[in-house]
């Protein structure tokens, strides 16, 4: 009994650590994903990825959505302050110059979003970390400003229900 008592704490102790993302589902967010971006869009999903398609949208957005894992330690070193922001904007400004990053509020997790002109119009990418669980927002647009729109909706729409309380 006191063995079992042990492991049980154990556990216990692990589960609490552990405090990832609420739903590792898309598929579950279809719909809301639909109505965000525009209802004709046409979707693709499996339950950690999620690929959108809306040519007759504003901006006629490409949008795929990524749950996964982070164990590099990114999440403990900005949550610590160790990597900031600006570090990480910096090192987007040398993959593309014309990149710009700002925080997300998305708590309990922690998030930003970029955003950089490509040759053909624009991208915008949120990247939000929670207990070693990922989700990536990436949006190509005719603009940057389109992109942003389509990821900061999306933000708004899923991240809540993903991340969890």
Not at 8 to 25: I, M, T
Not at 58 to 73: E, L
Request: proline share 6%; net charge positive.
């Amino acid at each position: 009994m006191r063995c079992l008592l042990v492991l049980f704490s154990c556990l216990s102790a692990q589960a609490a650590q552990a405090r990832g993302f609420a739903s590792h589902d898309l598929t579950a967010f279809i719909d809301p994903i639909k109505v965000t971006i525009g209802g004709k869009a046409t979707v693709q999903a499996t339950p950690l990825n999620l690929a959108l398609t809306c040519a007759p949208c504003t901006g006629s957005p490409a949008i795929d959505v990524q749950i996964g894992g982070s164990n590099d330690g990114t999440e403990k070193r900005v949550r610590s302050g160790e990597t900031s922001l600006g570090k990480l904007e910096s090192l987007c400004i040398k993959q593309n110059p014309d990149c710009r990053l700002s925080a997300l509020p998305v708590s309990p997790a922690i998030g930003w979003i970029t955003v950089y002109a490509l040759e053909n119009g624009g991208g915008s990418t949120a990247v939000i970390l929670r207990g070693g669980d990922l989700l990536t927002i990436r949006a190509r647009a005719d603009s940057p400003g389109h992109a942003e729109d389509s990821v900061r909706a999306l933000t708004q729409t899923i991240v809540p229900k993903i991340v969890g309380p």
